[in-house]
């Protein structure tokens, strides 16, 4: 989808916004040397939390060790080493890790090209729940399930849907002509970006193509709908906040 003389499919609202590649400006951020870093997501755009996408140049390193802040990782390609919880472990396209507030995150080591998208959100208690723990996972070893019995539609849980974590990251996979069954209104907000295919995207009354690499925030309460377009399938990566009360 070209981006000439001025046009652009990007859209940044008070309670939605749609990002593309042609966008993306790059940012320094404390912690992260030897990459571009791009800001996606975050509170000066109205969100709760924040998106970023981190480009590894070969001897690039990335360390979060913020005290109140939680992070979840995924590679989207390339490899990285991963130091946490006093462990070493090696990711490659598809592993996600998820870091808890106050522990130190370190990716080392990337091939030249690696990229990585991370979510960050500041950790919210819960009265009487164990503190969250460190995870690394493989997102071909996450089961789907048929959303809402549609075999159409896919999704898999990356993290535990347990009180000790208040932020959820999942993946949709859609198959051509598949969508979400109804019109989704609610409290959670979102932070997504395209792997895979293209498609159509409601948020609030607009209605916007996107494809593989766009990325979407979508604000509390906004109305928000998809359907797969093309002839493959698609598929997204998408944050959500869990299981705090609502007041």
Known sequence: MPELFGHTR????????LLTPHNHVNSNVPGITGATTIVLI?????????????????????????????????VMEGEVTLMQAGAKQRCTDGNFFFSPAGQVC??????AGTKVMFFQKKAVAHPGAPAARAIFGDEAKVK?????????????VLLPDEPAFDMAVNIFAYQPGGHLPFVEIHVMEHGLVMLDGQGVYRLEDSW???????????????PQWFVAMGKSPARYLYYKDVNRAAL
Do not use: S
């Open 42 to 74: 975050n509170e000066a755009m109205g969100a709760k939390f924040a998106q970023l996408l981190v480009t590894f140049q070969k001897g690039g390193r990335a360390t979060f060790r913020q005290h109140d802040v939680q992070t979840f990782g995924y």
């Open 144 to 156: 789907g399930t048929p959303f809402l019995g549609d075999p159409a539609a896919n999704l898999q």
């Open 10 to 17: 990007a859209h940044v609202g008070p309670r939605h916004a």
């Open 208 to 222: 916007y193509p996107v494809e593989a690499g766009d990325v979407i925030w979508m604000g509390p309460y906004c």
């Open 106 to 111: 370190d990716l080392t080591a990337p091939k």
